[in-house]
């Protein structure tokens, strides 16, 4: 059954500059802690190693089990979100992730830090859901910056984490739990802010909830991640690999299926084939790839031994953390408004295109010199741009071809096209420094990476990077522009989204009262430039 969205006053619909500020200060705080969760375990795994008394295999559970919890809970949460009230559903998700953190601090065995990590993944909703709050509270105009700097805090949280967990876990007693109650209380206080400061939602669209096509999805997402993030410990043509790929085929066929037989699906087909939603969530894979590709790519060419690889820096983890990756992660927070002024007056394909051009030249510089401090700090800086650049870009593609009522659901998607991106990166990282090793070392003295394993993975992250430009280019068009939705826009969608048509062509020619992205779905257009 229907909901009825509550009629929000003149002045909620509206938004004040005070108002929007506090709500896009604590979404951003949120999307921080939940990038936090991605990378924060992956200094210590050694110490966990240790701790737990796991095996190398055993202990990459610990990271491979947020992804895979993210991957199924994501578009489910980002729908129901949609479809119940985002207020509500942000609260809870929140509530998971606070209890998740405070179960592995306490963990005394591996299996009970896993299911931490589980609930810990969960959260990853929070992205989606706080896309959609912006697009129902945030003026048409500030809308693009706001995104912008939510999306921006990602990768700075992902780098926060690693330089924190660096710092918590850098003496001789270190003990990786205390990385934990650090994650505990930054997800605190973000319950606390977004439960206080984050307005009740009062768009919903009600409705069933697509549990089969949840369970499909789900279960494709797990057979294509899991041996993508355990294939080098399986081996890229072991049976379970293979088997694994194989079978994430066959249930793609059959989530397919489902979704065009339910009355009211979790994904719709239409929006999730539309080109500018392909094209975003392609991008999405290639931009969360070389966000990887450069932090673990980085993290361990410095720490390399000089006196026996012939390279590196023989930084330490803490070194490595806050002189390496730090600056990076700062400059991709600073240039998040940037990304969102631009999308705002240029499109979003023109900083589509500007991602590209800096990622592709950060890693090639990175890829030509990789051997003096400042090359790696200075071209770090410049990929930390265009991994923000590029995603302030995506939620204004997702949120320009897509209704209010499968905004959730859309930046659901896109969210897990970057985790998918990330998984992959991680993995070709892995694979190419295992496969590359340093010949005639000391005896006892375990494989290391061979220096040209570096080199073809910073050239894998340029050519990465450069794809994303192709996609700009052949996947949006000139006339693509920013489509804001306020909050009385939003009263007006669809009850349910098996009632919407495909958003709207945005080669149409903008007008004064905009293209619409569904038929029943009337959208202001900000006063931007076409990109």
């Known amino acids: 059954m229907t909901t009825a969205p509550a009629t929000p006053t003149p002045a909620a619909e509206a938004g004040t500059p005070r108002n929007e500020t506090v709500v896009v200060l604590a979404l951003s705080l949120a999307a921080m802690v939940v990038s936090m969760m991605q990378t924060l375990p992956v200094p210590i795994l050694g110490l966990?190693?240790?701790?737990?008394?796991?095996?190398?295999?055993?202990?990459?559970?610990?990271?491979?089990?947020?992804?895979?919890?993210?991957?199924?809970?994501?578009?489910?949460?980002?729908?129901?979100?949609?479809?119940?009230?985002?207020?509500?559903?942000?609260?809870?998700?929140?509530?998971?992730?606070?209890?998740?953190?405070?179960?592995?601090?306490?963990?005394?065995?591996?299996?009970?830090l896993i299911l931490g990590r589980v609930l810990q993944g969960a959260a990853t909703a929070i992205f989606p859901l706080a896309l959609s709050v912006l697009r129902e509270e945030v003026r048409p105009q500030k809308l693009p910056g706001a995104m912008a700097l939510v999306s921006g805090t990602l990768a700075f949280g992902s780098g926060l984490a690693l330089v924190?967990?660096?710092?918590?876990?850098?003496?001789?007693?270190?003990?990786?739990?205390?990385?934990f109650w650090m994650a505990t209380g930054f997800a605190a206080l973000a319950l606390l802010a977004v439960a206080l400061l984050v307005p009740a939602t009062r768009?919903?669209?009600?409705?069933?909830?697509?549990?089969?096509?949840?369970?499909?999805?789900?279960?494709?997402?797990?057979?294509?991640?899991?041996?993508?993030?355990?294939?080098?410990?399986?081996?890229?043509?072991?049976?379970?690999?293979?088997?694994?790929?194989?079978?994430?085929?066959?249930?793609?066929?059959?989530?397919?299926?489902?979704?065009?037989?339910?009355?009211?699906?979790?994904?719709?087909?239409?929006?999730?084939?539309?080109?500018?939603?392909?094209?975003?969530?392609?991008?999405?894979v290639l931009?969360?790839?070389?966000?990887?590709?450069?932090?673990?790519?980085?993290?361990?060419?410095?720490?390399?031994?000089?006196?026996?690889?012939?390279?590196g820096f023989g930084a330490s983890v803490l070194r490595a953390s806050v002189e390496f990756l730090l600056p990076g992660a700062i400059v991709s927070l600073l240039a998040s408004p940037v990304g969102g002024q631009l999308v705002r007056h240029r499109g979003p394909r023109l900083a589509l295109v500007l991602a590209a051009a800096l990622g592709a030249a950060g890693f090639g510089w990175l890829a030509l010199d990789?051997?003096?401090?400042?090359?790696?700090?200075?071209?770090?800086?410049?990929?930390?741009?265009?991994?923000?650049?590029?995603?302030?870009a995506m939620p204004a593609v997702i949120m320009a071809s897509v209704p209010p009522h499968q905004s959730g659901i859309a930046n659901g998607i896109n969210s897990i096209s970057r985790s998918t991106g990330s998984a992959i990166g991680s993995a070709v990282v892995t694979t190419i420094l295992a496969s590359k090793t340093v010949e005639h070392l000391p005896a006892g003295?375990?494989?290391?990476?061979?220096?040209?394993?570096?080199?073809?993975?910073?050239?894998?992250?340029?050519?990465?990077?450069?794809?994303?430009?192709?996609i700009a280019r052949l996947g949006l068009l000139p006339q693509q522009r920013t489509v804001a939705v306020t909050a009385a826009d939003a009263k007006e969608a669809p009850a349910s989204p098996a009632s919407s048509a495909p958003p709207a062509s945005p080669a149409s020619p903008p007008s004064t009262a905009s293209t619409t992205p569904g038929p029943t779905t009337r959208a202001k257009a900000a006063p931007t430039a076409a990109g």
Do not use: C
Not at 234 to 240: D, F, I, N, P
Not at 245 to 265: I, S
Not at 287 to 311: D, H, I, K, R, W
């Open 164 to 179: 924190a967990t660096g710092l918590l876990t850098s003496g001789s007693d270190a003990d990786y739990r205390d990385a």
């Open 445 to 470: 003295v375990p494989a290391l990476p061979a220096e040209s394993g570096f080199t073809l993975t910073f050239w894998i992250g340029a050519v990465a990077f450069a794809l994303v430009a192709l």
């Open 48 to 112: 966990i190693r240790a701790d737990l008394g796991a095996s190398t295999a055993e202990v990459s559970w610990v990271t491979t089990a947020t992804l895979l919890s993210a991957a199924v809970f994501t578009p489910l949460l980002g729908r129901f979100g949609d479809q119940h009230g985002k207020k509500p559903t942000l609260v809870a998700v929140l509530g998971v992730m606070v209890a998740g953190s405070v179960l592995s601090a306490l963990a005394s065995s591996l299996p009970l």
């Open 287 to 311: 931009v969360g790839f070389g966000m990887f590709a450069n932090f673990l790519g980085v993290s361990y060419l410095v720490q390399m031994p000089e006196a026996l690889t012939g390279y």
């Open 203 to 284: 768009h919903r669209t009600g409705g069933r909830t697509d549990f089969l096509g949840a369970l499909t999805l789900g279960t494709t997402l797990l057979l294509l991640l899991l041996p993508v993030s355990q294939g080098h410990e399986w081996g890229w043509t072991s049976a379970r690999t293979l088997g694994s790929f194989a079978g994430a085929a066959v249930m793609t066929v059959v989530w397919v299926l489902t979704e065009l037989k339910v009355a009211e699906p979790l994904v719709d087909m239409r929006m999730f084939v539309h080109r500018p939603v392909l094209m975003a969530n392609l991008a999405g």
């Open 370 to 392: 990789h051997g003096h401090t400042v090359s790696v700090i200075g071209a770090g800086v410049v990929v930390g741009a265009a991994v923000s650049f590029g995603y302030a």
